[in-house]
């Protein structure tokens, strides 16, 4: 059973920094790509930040420029360093990691439990 343990998440006045972390439970090599996902109070999960097993990345325009997705393969480590932080990035984080199936195609989805970030103004 795949885990994903997000940490760093915690309270930092606009303008500030933060970086989360994902510690996978087994190696990051065995996804087909990892990323991160928030959800703010009564709005839908939305994507943040992916990035694949070939190391393409793909990020929110509203978070463009300000956060960088890396990884850690020696770790099995997923980070998200958030610059810039704005109130309206207050949400749970959510790390996601997912493989595809070679025999089906499907696509399977793993997520950890979420951190709370939250941005004053």
């Known amino acids: 059973q795949v885990q994903l343990v997000e940490s760093g998440g915690g309270l930092v006045q606009a303008g500030g920094s933060l970086r989360l972390s994902c510690a996978a439970s087994?190696?990051?090599?065995?996804?087909?790509?990892m990323g991160w996902y928030r959800q703010a109070p009564g709005k839908q999960r939305e994507l943040v930040a992916t990035?694949?097993?070939?190391?393409?990345?793909n990020y929110a325009d509203s978070v463009k420029g300000r956060f960088a997705i890396s990884r850690d393969n020696a770790k099995n480590t997923l980070y998200l360093q958030m610059n810039s932080l704005k109130p309206e990035d207050t949400a749970v984080y959510y790390c996601?990691?997912?493989?595809?199936?070679?025999?089906?195609?499907?696509?399977?989805?793993?997520w950890g439990q979420g951190t709370q970030v939250t941005v004053s103004s």
């Open positions: 996601n990691a997912y493989r595809y199936s070679v025999v089906s195609g499907a696509r399977r989805d793993y």
């Open positions: 087994e190696s990051i090599f065995s996804f087909n790509g």
């Open positions: 990035i694949t097993s070939g190391g393409s990345r």
